[in-house]
């Protein structure tokens, strides 16, 4: 991605640099990224953590949302678990759903495995991801657990990226604004 400059983010008490990266002829984003920035992902964990609905786990999708996941899942002591973006040698009876994101050229499936699946069943789920744009990575965790027969009790993420801010369905800290050319 080229970048076009930065914007200045302020979330649970952090202030970041984004660079602003081109994703095509007519927008830019800024790049969230929280791998590598423990102090971000540790706030951020513990403001969420104060917002969310009662919960008996977490689920997310590979692989940006995994360290706010694993940070929830420590501080609260509740499980998280991973939907995988190819199924693994020791998966045994996948099930796959389609996911078509903003921020990964071309069409992506994930993966859970049978006995991920069986202990979603019943439980009260969080689904976590780092940013909600278009909401497809959520949508397609919906698939997962409602495959499952879980219970979704809350969509939460960090930042809510362009008309997502706008959503009722979704706890986020911050909005992220996208940059179209005119």
């Known amino acids: 991605m080229e970048q076009k400059g930065t914007y200045t983010l302020n979330v649970a008490g952090l202030t970041r640099e984004l660079k602003i990266c081109l994703v095509n002829e007519n927008l830019d984003i800024a790049a969230f990224v929280m791998f590598s920035d423990v102090e ?21 999708a590979e692989s940006k949302g995994i360290p706010l996941a694993y940070e929830m899942s420590r501080q609260s002591g509740k499980k998280y678990i991973l939907a995988r973006k190819s199924k693994k040698l020791y998966m045994q009876k996948t099930v796959e759903v389609i ?29 976590v991801d780092d940013v909600i744009s278009t909401g497809q990575s959520i949508i397609a ?42």
């Open 40 to 60: 971000m992902t540790v706030a951020c964990a513990t403001e969420l953590l104060k917002t969310v609905p009662e919960f008996d786990m977490i689920i997310t």
């Open 99 to 127: 996911v078509d994101s903003i921020t990964t050229a071309g069409i992506q499936k994930l993966y859970l495995d049978s006995d991920d699946m069986d202990y979603i069943c019943g439980k009260k789920v969080l689904l």
């Open 141 to 182: 965790l919906e698939q997962l657990v409602q495959q499952a027969q879980g219970r979704i009790v809350g969509k939460a993420c960090v930042l809510a990226e362009g008309d997502a801010a706008q959503r009722d369905d979704i706890i986020f800290l911050a909005p992220l604004p996208l940059f179209f050319k005119t």
